[in-house]
């Protein structure tokens, strides 16, 4: 098999023929994008991932990051991944032209980001940090904090981060306590820590640039009173860099990722860390935010990059292994047959594909919104922002929980050899497990989409969600062979509709522990609705296509298409059956067990 860990094809199909993603160049911003800049830059961006990010995958495993007398090393080949990255025009793919940028469409960034993610997330992955972290400066910082950190960031030569997380607050943001001290200069005296900090500290990185919240000494309490600021690990001064009292105490031994180092850093214990503000004084969070949605789509890609290397392993596994025959064949003369031949082996491989599939789909309908939002204008504009806020806790949240199962499958079809780390399945395992915790645990995710996103703008995005559903549910039925699955998903459509009203008179009469209880199952049955209706979209094309005289494998591929959308409506969306029944219950058994009980 060609492609070891995604599918060019695949990424072409659902840019160009579900998507139309090169009608973009319709707006102004991205005018010189046609089918050829798409699928070059698909090209340049697997080249990226064949040459530098896939091969070092494993290795970086075997040999971990780790911490000696104050320094975090990494992989030594990581240098050439950023370079090439950066000199790819990666980090700066989003920029305006009259800064050297290259307005590239989002949706097509991103199906590149997915492509190193696929390759190699662990390399990859401060790469679009620094993306994150720089953005922050460009948008909100002053001209001489630009002038001073973006070069030296959009080269790679200096990393960025977000620095949020400390130790008595985790996710609860309005309980940091790191501190910043006005000085007579206009800089900031920073004293604190930061936990679980991505890519906090290495030697691949001339320097770290930390986006840093804390709050400035006499802010108000509680989220009101959070700043943001940047604080380098060493500071730029008269053309050399200067420790800057940023110390890294150590490196996490995690389960996986472990060649992505997450650091604990302390700021200002010898008082001679400088921190320099980003914006305005308490509007700290605010800007955060914007980091921190792109990085929860981020989160989703680095997932779906995850599923997308272990199916391809598994699928090439499968076409390999001979073992056993089938049931009804008692001749043990026979040769065994390859284990794709067994129906469970292809239920995980098309587990894996209605998943791996659909998430891309998802992550690029979020993308193509957000295309929109960023150079669209009017009604189109303000519909693509609702979709989008509505759905991000979605693209997020359903292929990093899916993913888990999804790579189990994975597991599972190379039996005991899946567990050895003969093959790169129990990695990637290992690997894609934080993903539900970055960026904000599921239960976070799920809060966020029934007690904010469903209710915004007094139900507008979760009115539009549903428009845009039936939209597809109508185009479907042009299409005999589909009419079960539009039953199946209208069916479903209105049952989480019918839900969203029992939560929200919930919300209208008890208090909010009530109604958000089981948050997380209301995410699920959400995001299994919002794939069912990407693989309806999907196979709308495929069955167009298959109306054509086609080669042998395109055949293949269209077909498979509508066998992994019927996989998804018969396998998945029948569980939102289950979903539904609890969430319409009455019973409150995690709401109500005295925790005495379970101590």
Known sequence: MKEEYISLRNLQFLLHEVFNATQLNKLERYSDYDREAFDMSLEAAKLI????????????????????????????????????????????????????????PITLF?????????????????????????????????????????????????????ALTEPQAGSSLSDITSTAYPLPDGSYKIKGQKIYISAGDHNAADNVVHLLLARIDGAPAGT??????????????????????????????????????????MFGEHDSCRGFLVGEPHQGLSYMFQMMNEARIGTGLLSTGNISAAYYASLKYAN??????????????????????????????????????????????????????????????????????????????????????????AMQCLGGAGYTDDFPIEQYYRDIRINA????????????????????????????FVSEVKKTLDKALEHDTLTDHVTNLAERLKSLHETTLHLMDLASKDKPEVFLADASLYLEFFGIVTVSWQWLKQAIIAKEALKKELPANEFNFYSGKVKACEYFIEYELSKTLGLEKRLKSSARTSLETNPLFIN
């Not at 794709?340 to 998802?362: F, N, P, T, W, Y």
């Not at 960026?439 to 139900?459: N, Q, Y």
Request: hydrophobic share 40%; charged share 20%; proline share 4%.
């Open 49 to 104: 991932g064949d040459q530098h990010l896939f091969p070092i995958y494993r290795e970086m495993d075997k040999n971990k990051a780790y911490y000696k007398d104050g320094v975090v090393y990494v992989h030594p080949k990581l240098r050439e991944v950023y370079q090439a990255i950066a000199e790819g025009g990666w980090i700066t793919a989003l920029d305006d032209y009259d800064i050297e940028g290259q307005q590239m």
């Open 110 to 162: 991103n199906c590149g980001v997915l492509i190193f993610y696929a390759a190699n997330a662990n390399a990859a992955s401060p790469s679009q940090l620094t993306v994150g972290a720089a953005n922050l400066i460009k948008n909100f910082a002053s001209e001489e904090l630009k002038a001073t950190y973006l070069p030296k960031m959009h080269s790679l030569e200096w990393q960025g981060t977000m």
């Open 224 to 265: 009101k009173g959070i700043s943001l600021f940047v604080v380098p690990k060493f500071r730029p001064e008269e053309d050399k860099l200067t420790p800057n009292d940023v110390t890294t105490a150590g490196i996490y031994g995690k389960m996986g990722q472990k060649g992505y180092v997450a650091a604990h850093l």
């Open 320 to 409: 390999e292994r001979a073992q056993g025959r089938h049931p009804s064949n008692k001749d043990l003369s026979q040769e065994q047959v390859l284990i794709i031949e067994h129906a469970d082996v292809r239920r995980m491989l098309l587990m894996q594909k209605s998943i791996l599939e659909g998430s891309i789909s998802l992550l690029l309908q979020c993308s193509y919104y957000a295309d929109i939002l960023h150079a669209g204008e009017g009604q189109e504009k303000e519909e693509a922002y609702l979709l989008l806020e509505l759905l991000t806790p979605i693209a997020k949240s359903f292929p990093a929980e899916m993913g888990v199962h999804s790579i189990s499958n």
């Open 437 to 464: 915790i970055y960026e904000g645990t599921t239960a976070i995710h799920g809060m966020d989409l029934l007690g904010r996103k469903v209710t915004m703008a007094g139900g507008k995005a979760f009115k539009l």
